[in-house]
Structure formats: C-alpha cells, structure tokens
C-alpha cells in the first residue's frame, strides 16, 4: 500500500523559512515523479513544484520560484520542500503527491494526508 | 501563465447526471485528469489521461476531452459524490496547472 507521510509544518513569521518532508512507503520511490500541491484556507488546489525520480528535472510554479527548493533522497525514500522568504500568502496545507511516471507530468495517483504552514507574525 | 478555468459549483438531484467542464487554450492536445476533494480529506484521483478509471473508482465516472473542453461526467449521482472536483494538466514547461475548482451538490 502506497503511503506518504508529510511533516515539518507549523508557525513560521513572514521572511522565514521552513522545511517540509514527506516520508514514502509502499512503492519503489526512485522509480516515481514527485509533486508538492498547496491548498490555502478556503481555496482551490494549487500546484507548487516536481522532480522527476532520479532528481533530475525539478520544475517551480512562478509564484514559489527563487523561494522554495524541492529535492529527494532515494536512499531514506524522502520527499523535501525547502521554503525560504516566506509570505502570508503561503499558508497553506501542503501535500506531497506520487505522479505516476518515472518524470513528472504524468499525473498524481496517490495523495498524502499534508502538512500545515502558517505564515504570520 | 496556462489558466483552466470550471463552473464554481454545479447542482445535481440523486440518480441524475452531473457534468463538470474544464476550459483552457488547447486542452485537448494535453491530457486532463480529474481529482475528487472531500472535506477535510485530501484529494482522489477519479480520472486520468482524459477518460480512464483509476481501480475502485466507480463506473459511474467518466471523461472526454476535446477542443478547448475537457469534461467529467457524473452519472446516476450518489449523495456521496458531492464534493469539490479539480481538472488537471500540465503546460509545455512542465509545470502543473490545477482548475478553479467545481463544488458539486447533490441536492
């Protein structure tokens, strides 16, 4: 069973930074496109970065890009999200999602549970 | 930026369909896929690659796409399907583009 397992969300002041994990499980995790999808208070589903399963190729939505690093360590089956510069308009819940190709650009067939980020003062 | 623009809710009586559209240039040179949100839980792919059925989803869902249309289609609605539904796809950078969203309401 496929299993993703966000972590390292919480209160972090506007300009600060905050680093998001997401522990995989159930799958051959080098073989698999990652993504991290956002989801502000009330709002709609907002795609934020991927990187294909070797860790080559990491693409960036332009609101994120310069701010957020994602990167993968196949050897602990870990998804990260570095998020630096931090703003108010980055709260969110933040999922970890399985694309279902060795690239990205497929599509996400397995969803974590996410992760909150609060930024405020 | 590549927008993908769907009706903000859509009502539908049990047992009817529903049908949900997703606009944006040129769609249906691109695969769109459909996710299912219910409150407080996170999202479930309900289609992929236009109009395939992920396994345990039911038949009751289906798609096409063409045109500058994609759509998800709902037939014989259970309360159960009531829920927010996002369209999906990637633009030529490879960066992933989600709908606005559909509210569905099975009244």
């Known amino acids: 069973e496929v299993q993703l397992l966000e972590s390292g969300g919480g209160l972090v002041q506007p300009g600060g930074s905050l680093r998001l994990s997401c522990a995989a499980s159930?799958?051959?995790?080098?073989?698999?496109?990652m993504s991290w999808v956002r989801q502000a208070p009330g709002k709609g589903l907002e795609w934020v970065s991927a990187?294909?399963?070797?860790?080559?190729?990491?693409y960036y939505a332009d609101s994120v890009k310069g701010r957020f690093t994602i990167s993968r360590d196949n050897s602990k089956n870990t998804l990260y999200l570095q998020m630096n510069g931090l703003r108010a308009e980055d709260t969110a819940v933040y999922y970890c999602?399985?694309?279902?190709?060795?690239?990205?650009?497929?599509?996400?067939?397995?969803w974590g549970h996410g992760s909150l980020v609060t930024v405020s003062s | 930026s590549y927008d993908l623009t769907q009706p903000p809710s859509v009502s539908v009586s049990p047992g009817q369909t529903a049908t949900i559209t997703c606009s944006g240039d040129?769609?249906?040179?691109?695969?769109a896929h459909w996710y299912q949100q219910k409150p407080g839980q996170s999202p479930v792919l309900v289609i992929y690659q236009d109009m395939k059925r992920p396994s345990g989803i039911p038949e009751r869902f289906s798609g096409s796409n063409s045109g500058n249309t994609a759509t998800l289609t709902i037939t014989g609605t259970q309360a159960v399907d009531e829920a927010d539904y996002y369209c999906q796809a990637w633009d030529s950078s490879t960066r992933g583009v989600f709908g606005t969203g559909t509210k569905v309401t099975v009244l």
């Open positions: 159930g799958f051959s995790f080098d073989s698999y496109g």
């Open positions: 999602a399985k694309d279902a190709a060795p690239h990205s650009g497929a599509y996400l067939d397995h």
């Open positions: 990187i294909g399963g070797s860790g080559v190729g990491t």
């Open positions: 040129k769609l249906g040179g691109k695969y």
